[in-house]
Each structure stands twice: as C-alpha cells, then as structure tokens.
C-alpha cells in the first residue's frame, strides 16, 4: 500500500539530514521532492501546490525545538497535513434511524456489490443491527445473484425482484420489506453507471428521493488516482452523499485517490476496502494513513485487526503452550490461518514502526503459505505434535502428499525449530527476531 509514495517521501527528507536549522533553501529542496512525490502518486497539480505552500508556511514559521532537528519538525508537520488533506480524523457512521437506509452508488467495476456484502457484515457485527440486502442493479447480467451469493456469505437477507427493470419500485418496495420485517438495516445496492450517463444518474437520484437514505456511500476504485476524485465530484452534484468507500487500497501503490478525495469533495472517506474477503474493511483513519505513508507504521490498525481474528480462550491456550515449550506444527498451523485472515503478509508488517524499510527487497508470497500448509497436512496428528520422529522415509511420504521435494521439508523443519528456540528467548526475557517460515526470501 503506497510504496512508491513512501519511497519518494523517505528519498526527499534525505535531504535535511545532517543540516542543523531549517531555512528557505533547504526546505524549497526538500518541498521539490515532495511536490514530485504527490505528482508521481497522481495527486492533482492544485492539491499538490496548496499542500506544498502549507507544509512550507509552517516549517518556516517555526523555530525548531532542541529536541527535533529539522528533518524530525518537517516530517511532523508534513504528518500533519497529510492529515487534514485526507479529512482530519475517522468520520463517524453511526446509524441513528430505523432502518438505517444505506445507498451504495458507483461506477462499473469499483467493487459495489461485494462492497454491499463487506459493508452488511460490518453493520450485522460490530455494530449489532439485523441487515437487509436490496438488489437494485436491473441491468447487469447475473447481478442479483452475485449479491445473493454475497448476502449469503455473510449471512444477511437479500431482497429482490427478478424480472423487473424497476430500480426506484424495487428500492422503495425492500425498504417497506425491512420496516414490516423487523430489519434495523437497509443497504440498497445500484448499478454501476458512468456521471455523463444523464438517464443513469436521473435514476440514482429519483431511487435517493424515493428511499431518503441515512447514508449515501460513493464506492470507487483507489487505483485509478486523481480520476476517483473527479468522479467523485460528479457524483456529488448529483446526490450530495454523506461519504466514500475506497476500495482496492491494499492494491495501491500510489496513493492518488487517497489523498485528493476530500480536499477535491469535501467529503470524508469512510471505509477502505483492504483485501478481497469479506471481512476486509475497515474504519478510515486520515492519521494512521499518514503516518504510514511516511514510514511510521500503524500499530493500531495491526492490534485491531489481530483482536478480529484472534479467539481469547484459544490465546490464552497457546500462551500456555508456549510457556511449557509445547508449541508445535498443529499450532504453527493454526496461526497461519489467523494471519491469512488478517490481509496480506507484507501489508501487516508494514504496519510495525520501521518495518517498511526493512522489506525492501524482500519478496514475500502470501501463496508460499500454501506450500507451508500442505507439508504440514501431509503429516499426521501424532508428527505435528513431535517432528522429531519424522526419519527420512517419513519425509519422503510428507514430501509425496504435499507435492514437495524432501529438501523443503527439511527446509520447514529447519526453520520451525529456529523459531522455536526464539520464542522461548523470548519467553525467558531474551531477545530475538522471528521470521515464518517458507515466507520471506531475500530478492
């Protein structure tokens, strides 16, 4: 997520360092770099400059402090209209009526429907209210039942009506569905449309009319950087909505949409998609973002996702383990199903304080997890609890299921003792650094 970005802006503090006080020179350098930065991540030219002129205002109206050298002040300052351009703090999505009237609107592509399912969850889950799916999209082939199979990954009710072209009736008819049903939440999927579309977007405003919506969400597509803004404009004229789910942000390495959506708008994102599962949205944060474009991680966001997917008793057990030196191949097993949930491998590290740095040139395949997975399911109960007894015509036969060579069984095996020896390190106070095994290899 924004690694260009944050190599250009990593590339343009360099060029503080070692220089004792901040002045114009200096700091219209640094600037340059940064003004290309935001450029390059396809930022508009009018968004860039004012931020520009902002960050240059206030370094040079500052003294530095004893404690910061001017490279440390410039980064602060700059975290901090990093900050106001994405929004200044996590806008609030609270729900206050029953039902809740949630309308999703869009262009082709950007991830609506799957949105929808991502969106029902989170409102079912964390925010407790019993959800109800409307399929308004009357025109894409096989739209209602991709909702359908959506709704159902979730476990969220989907209304529709097959046969009717009739998006407003259909919209207005599942929202009395939900009042009669007894649902606390409505979200009311559309199809995708283009803002030049005129008869499009008559219809999306006659369908908002009709349902008077609690929250409007414009979804769209991150990567395709300032032209989300643009659009999102458009949009806006139309509906005047409440806020934006950024979807594909794991995917992208600019960070153009990001950064322009509100500054551009005046609306706030709300949620960002992050991977391609279901439970892979989240609360968007202007100031976790901005501390993890200049290379400070985002611990945060890390610990909540782990308490999403982490079971407390089942903690609490392998904490037991591990302090008897009993963690094994059957608990290996389990926490790597625990990271997959958490997203993407190197996304998840790029979240630890300098981290970010540290991987560069570090390949790491979430799909050698697969590889992983299927050596220690080719072994039986009994040889994932003691890998030791594992002689060599037992690894021929792991080797065999798993559709290995024996020498990556030796491999995992390796590096899954090193690993046990860390932990019990650090079990007794020591220090070590642990790596998963078969993920991480040097480029």
């Known amino acids: 997520m924004f690694d260009n970005l944050q ?27 940064v003004r290309k930065a935001l450029l390059d991540a396809d930022v508009d030219f009018k968004t860039a400059k004012d931020f520009i002129t902002r960050v240059k205002d206030k370094a040079l109206g500052q003294k530095v402090l004893t404690a910061l050298k001017p490279g440390q002040l410039l980064i602060k300052i700059t975290q901090e209209e990093l900050t106001e351009l994405m929004g200044k703090a996590a806008a609030p999505f ?86 009669k049903e007894g649902f ?59 806020g934006v789910i950024l979807t594909k942000l794991d995917g992208d390495a600019r960070g153009g949409a990001a950064l322009s959506i509100f500054s551009k708008v005046g609306k706030p994102i709300k949620f960002v998609g992050v991977g391609e599962k279901m439970e892979a949205l989240e609360t968007f944060h202007p100031n976790r973002m901005a501390e993890r474009i200049l290379g400070m991680g985002d611990v945060v966001t890390l610990v909540e996702r782990a308490q999403q997917v982490i079971d407390e008793k089942d903690a609490k057990r392998l904490e037991d383990k591990i302090k008897k030196n009993k963690f094994d191949l059957e608990d290996f097993l389990g926490q790597i199903a625990q990271i997959r949930k958490m997203g993407n491998v190197k996304d998840l590290l790029s979240m630890v ?65 090193e690993m046990k020896k860390v932990i019990q390190m650090m079990n007794k106070g020591g220090k070590g650094s642990m790596s998963l095994p078969g993920i991480g290899r040097g480029r």
Do not use: W
């Not at 009357?138 to 739209?143: D, K, L």
């Not at 643009?230 to 909505?241: E, G, P």
């Open 353 to 417: 304080p300098g981290m970010g740095k540290a991987l560069k040139g570090v390949d790491i395949d979430d799909n050698a997890f697969d590889q992983v997975e299927a050596i220690i399911r080719s072994m039986t109960p009994r040889e994932r609890e003691n890998p030791k007894m594992l002689d060599s015509s037992r690894k021929k036969r792991i080797a065999r299921g798993s559709g290995t060579q024996i020498e990556e069984v030796n491999k995992l095996l390796k590096q899954f003792e």
């Open 94 to 179: 609270e729900l206050k009526s029953k039902p809740a009237v949630i309308l999703l609107a869009g262009l082709q592509g950007a991830g609506k429907t799957t949105h929808a399912g991502k969106l029902a969850r989170h409102i079912t889950n964390k925010m407790g209210r019993k959800t109800l799916l409307v399929a308004c999209d009357v025109y894409r082939p096989a739209a209602i039942e991709q909702l359908k199979v959506v709704g159902e990954s979730v476990g969220v009710e989907v209304y529709s009506e097959a046969g009717v072209q009739d998006a407003e009736g259909i919209a207005k008819r599942g929202v009395a569905y939900a009042k």
């Open 184 to 242: 606390s939440a409505v979200i009311v999927d559309t199809a995708g449309r283009l803002a030049v579309d005129e008869k499009m977007m008559d219809e999306i405003e006659a369908i908002s009319k009709a349902i008077k919506p609690e929250e409007t969400l414009f979804v769209v597509d991150a990567m395709t950087g300032q032209d989300a803004a643009i659009t999102a404009k458009s949009f806006n004229d139309k509906l005047d909505f409440t």
């Open 7 to 33: 190599e250009r802006f990593e590339r343009a503090f360099k060029v503080l360092k070692g220089h004792g006080q901040i002045t114009e020179v200096n700091v219209g350098e640094t600037l340059k770099e």
